[in-house]
């Protein structure tokens, strides 16, 4: 066998082919869309430091993987890498040479490297066991939790739509807000930053640029308007969202973006309220289950347990510090 070699992923339809096919043949339960793929490439501003490397052996791609600064926090010299093989291939033998490789560019291209991120999930062994051995440490943990709405009890909840009239709130979707509300855009981005300031980070949240989160969410190939309920108030003010979509490869399934509500409305069983409108449509279109992941301090994961939901394998956030 000749050395491996590395060379920058070229967006040609060969490349993208062949790193999607290596990812969902090593995630075959979390598969990802070429539409989806692509859309992220062409949505990310060019003026952010990123990076997706293909290792080749032989003339062939073996593996593929990344890097790309963080900067949706406020810490300098803060990076996140990525790695992906096909599954018959050997993960700590490639890992070590592409993470070398990682290394020594981020160095050349930007200089120091204050901390370092790796994401994965806490089944998938062999990631997990690379980055502890390089030692990475366990930063934030995602539990994910799956309903099933076969079984779902609605009776319990048959008084929320008398709850929610009387707080003076009416729970619609994004596709009727997009008919009625000229600001739906703006006022969901000013809802989704409120959530976001909730979560932990590193350092200080850096709002994503309204442009970029237009294209993010309502230019998505997956965009799915009908399913995405808002809480709005008598003063036409978003209270609170929830977002379904539809899983492309089980048709069975759909997963749950962000869900939250704004702090002058929460413990009054609003979010509750939204949960359920979200469970009748999925359960009327036929779905049978329900896939969603909160940080473990989240209030909204027990909301879900105490709903139902079991829980599934974690997403986690690995972290080292490369100098103080």
């Known amino acids: 066998m000749n050395?491996?070699?590395?060379?920058?992923?070229?967006?040609?339809?060969?490349?993208?082919?062949?790193?999607?096919?290596?990812?969902?043949?090593?995630?075959?339960?979390?598969?990802?869309?070429?539409?989806?793929?692509?859309?992220?490439?062409?949505?990310?501003?060019?003026?952010?430091?990123?990076?997706?490397?293909?290792?080749?052996?032989?003339?062939?791609?073996?593996?593929?993987?990344?890097?790309?600064?963080?900067?949706?926090?406020?810490?300098?010299n803060t990076y996140m890498w990525f790695f992906c093989c096909k599954p018959e291939q050997d993960y700590q033998a490639l890992a070590t040479q592409f993470y070398d490789m990682v290394l020594e560019r981020i160095g050349r291209e930007r200089g120091q490297i204050d901390i370092m991120y790796h994401d994965s999930r806490e089944d998938r062994r062999a990631q997990v066991?690379?980055?502890?051995?390089?030692?990475?440490?366990?930063?934030?943990?995602?539990?994910?939790?799956?309903?099933?709405?076969?079984?779902?009890?609605?009776?319990?909840?048959?008084?929320?739509?008398?709850?929610?009239?009387?707080?003076?709130?009416?729970?619609?979707?994004?596709?009727e807000l997009a008919k009625s509300d000229p600001q739906y855009q703006r006022k969901i981005y000013d809802l989704e930053w409120i959530f976001e300031q909730d979560e932990p980070t590193e350092g200080e949240w850096v709002q994503e640029p309204f442009d970029e989160f237009v294209k993010g969410r309502f230019e998505h190939p997956e965009y799915q308007p009908e399913s995405w309920f808002?809480?709005?108030?008598?003063?036409?003010?978003?209270?609170?969202?929830?977002?379904l979509y539809r899983d492309k490869f089980f048709p069975e399934k759909m997963h749950t973006g962000w869900t939250g509500v704004d702090r002058p409305y929460r413990k009054k069983g609003l979010a509750t309220a939204m949960k359920i409108k979200a469970f009748e449509y999925a359960h009327g279109k036929g779905i049978e289950r329900i896939e969603t992941d909160n940080h473990e301090t989240n209030h909204m994961y027990q909301i879900n347990l105490k709903f139902g939901f079991k829980p599934l394998p974690a997403y986690v956030d690995y972290k080292k510090v490369m100098h103080a």
């Open 230 to 243: 808002v809480a709005v108030d008598q003063a036409g003010n978003y209270a609170g969202m929830t977002a």
């Open 129 to 175: 066991a690379f980055v502890e051995a390089h030692g990475y440490v366990l930063d934030n943990r995602y539990p994910r939790s799956e309903l099933d709405l076969t079984t779902f009890d609605f009776a319990p909840y048959a008084g929320l739509a008398k709850r929610t009239d009387e707080l003076g709130i009416c729970i619609t979707t994004v596709a």
């Open 3 to 76: 050395e491996i070699t590395f060379r920058e992923f070229d967006k040609s339809v060969r490349d993208y082919e062949i790193t999607l096919a290596i990812r969902n043949a090593a995630y075959p339960d979390s598969p990802e869309t070429m539409a989806s793929y692509k859309h992220g490439d062409k949505t990310r501003s060019p003026e952010r430091y990123f990076h997706r490397v293909l290792m080749e052996q032989d003339g062939e791609v073996i593996a593929y993987g990344g890097m790309f600064e963080r900067w949706w926090d406020k810490v300098e």
